[in-house]
């Protein structure tokens, strides 16, 4: 597989040029993020300090808005509380747009803006019908051992992909910060492990959102505590579709996807929805199966390996 040039022997008028793939090339290519070690110390440095901005001013304007909510009691179902969780959604975009274009000055040429539908539209139907495919092996599951009768939920499985596809923008905000920036910034050369941490932070990030009431949470503190490890599934799925597609979108779908098909699965298999059921049942369980056997074939299989990416690398991490 043929690598990216290094920027010095790129002309400086033509190397945003480079690293933007025409839509019906291989996804394997340039606009793919690299998680090679780049032999230059500076760039290593400055992803570094990229990283460590990203994360304050992600934080910093997330917890701003979504703390005083919380602390305020303001009610989950009122038109301010849902405004203010949406804005702080947002945060990881102006982050990854602060960083890229001010701090860093890196630039936006490997953001991930550009769909690749034509090259990349398998990744992207499986981003689309993923949650479906979880559900369809825990009912499985449950079917065989006999656990119990699930629901049918089929009339609202169609409506729910519409909704999903329409939801798409709502869902780029995140997206756009944690797997478009911080995860192929972060350990650039060891994408497990990029995956493994940012799945942590971004756990963490969400904790005056569970606090506040905005995500579920039956289980007090301890639901609060162990939320980042959910976080680490989702960002090995996301990471990888980001990674295969070069784009951004398609962990945007797989996102909107996971939280508007999600509730189907929590609904059919009788699980009331906070996260801490899927530990402390065993129909959470079920979920909890399929999703750690799909992460353990993206791993095994060599998805994240780091020679199969090819471009400019650079390592926050090591």
């Not at 949406?86 to 000055?105: D, K, Q, W």
């Not at 699980?271 to 059921?277: A, K, L, M, P, Y």
Request: glycine share 8%; charged share 10%.
């Amino acid at each position: 597989m043929r690598s990216v040039e290094h920027p010095h022997e790129i002309a400086p008028g033509q190397r945003e040029k480079a690293t933007m793939p025409d839509d019906h090339s291989d996804a394997s290519s340039a606009q793919r993020p690299s998680y090679a070690s780049h032999p230059h110390t500076g760039r290593a440095a400055t992803a570094a300090q990229g990283v460590v901005a990203y994360v304050a001013i992600t934080f910093g304007l997330a917890w701003a808005l979504w703390i005083p909510v919380w602390l305020l009691r303001v009610p989950t179902d009122s038109a301010l509380f849902q405004f203010v969780f949406l804005a702080g959604a947002f945060s990881p975009a102006v982050a990854a747009m602060v960083v890229r274009g001010r701090i860093t000055r890196e630039g936006f040429a490997d953001a991930g803006l550009w769909p690749r539908l034509s090259s990349a539209w398998p990744y992207y139907l499986f981003a689309w019908l993923w949650p479906l495919l979880i559900l369809g092996a825990a009912v499985a599951l449950a079917t065989i051992f006999r656990l119990f009768t699930p629901k049918d939920v089929s009339a609202a499985v169609i409506s729910a992909l519409m909704v999903t596809l329409i939801s798409i923008p709502l869902f780029w905000g995140e997206e756009f910060g944690w797997r478009s920036y911080l995860q192929i910034r972060l350990f650039s050369d060891r994408p497990l492990l990029a995956a493994l941490a940012t799945g942590v932070i971004w756990g963490v990030w969400h904790y005056p959102a569970v606090l506040a009431g905005y995500l579920p949470n039956e289980h007090g503190l301890i639901g609060v505590l162990i939320y980042p490890w959910y976080m680490i599934p989702f960002s090995i799925i996301l990471g990888w579709l980001r990674l295969r597609t070069g784009s951004v979108w398609a962990p945007t779908l797989a996102h909107a996807s996971n939280n508007i098909i999600g509730p189907l699965v929590s609904t059919t298999l009788l699980v009331s929805g906070g996260h801490g059921d899927l530990l402390f049942s065993a129909r959470g369980l079920l979920v909890l199966i399929p999703l750690c056997a799909l992460c353990a074939w993206i791993i095994f299989s060599g998805q994240l390996k780091p020679q199969a990416v090819t471009g400019v690398g650079q390592s926050a991490g090591g």
